[in-house]
């Protein structure tokens, strides 16, 4: 069965840094894309990046360029997001999303749970 | 920036009864494959969203054949031929030519 298990919930305090991750199963991780979308509370969705693990090609949408870092480890098959001083305006929900086909994205088909940020003093 | 803009936002449909939303793109979605890079997903309340529709006409795995995407050049429509009650949630598109961008969601519930 292909699964995405992401990290559990998190709750930090403006500055820290942060890294969640994205566990895949069930099928080849390093050929197919993983992205990470957005949803802060009560709105749409955004898409923030994508890698892809066999050779760590990664793409950010401009927004999120600078502010997080993708990366993902084929030897244990997990995929990060990672901020390295958070704000308030992180607080939102995190989804990992697996590519539809090898080696091209088209469209997401898996899903993970969603990871809860949330950041406040 | 590819801005895809969704209608309506909200969607108050009977049981049994059809139901369409639309989605337009500021510029074509079509790539060098001849394949419109457009898909439609569904998030119900509480959960990961889930792809329906991909490539702007193509059922995902498991999808009911009472769902359905089309495309007349920069508009994309996706139709439930007959709501359920699990039909209900947020419907978003979301276009993949370029970065990727989704539509504002478009909430379905049941009258």
């Not at chain 1, 088209?106 to 969603?114: E, I, L, N, S, T």
């Not at chain 2, 792809?51 to 006409?57: E, N, T, V």
């Not at chain 2, 439930?80 to 947020?90: H, N, P, Q």
């Amino acid at each position: 069965e292909v699964q995405l298990v992401q990290s559990g919930a998190e709750v930090k305090m403006p500055g820290e840094s942060l890294k969640i991750s994205c566990k895949g199963s069930g099928y080849s991780f390093s050929n197919y894309w993983i992205g990470w979308v957005r949803q802060m509370p009560g709105k749409g969705l955004e898409w923030m990046g994508i890698i892809y693990p066999g050779d760590s090609d990664t793409r950010y949408r401009l927004s999120f360029q600078g502010q997080v870092t993708i990366s993902a480890d084929t030897s244990i098959s997990t995929a990060y997001l990672q901020w390295s001083s958070l704000r308030a305006s992180d607080t939102a929900t995190y989804y990992c999303a697996r590519s539809r086909v090898r080696g091209t994205f088209d469209a997401f088909d898996m899903w993970g749970q969603g990871t809860m940020v949330t950041v406040s003093s | 920036d590819i801005v895809m803009t969704q209608s309506p936002l909200f969607l108050p449909v009977t049981p049994g009864e059809p139901a369409s939303i639309s989605c337009r793109s500021s510029q074509s979605l079509v790539h060098s494959n001849g394949h419109n890079y457009l898909d439609w997903y569904l998030q119900k309340p509480g959960q990961s969203p889930q792809l329906l529709i991909y490539l702007a006409s193509n059922r995902a795995s498991g999808v009911p054949d009472r769902f359905s995407g089309s495309v007349s050049g920069t508009d994309f429509t996706l139709k439930i031929s007959r709501v359920e009650a699990e039909d209900v949630g947020v419907y978003y598109c979301m276009q993949s030519l370029q970065t990727p961008s989704f539509g504002q969601g478009t909430k379905l519930e049941i009258k």
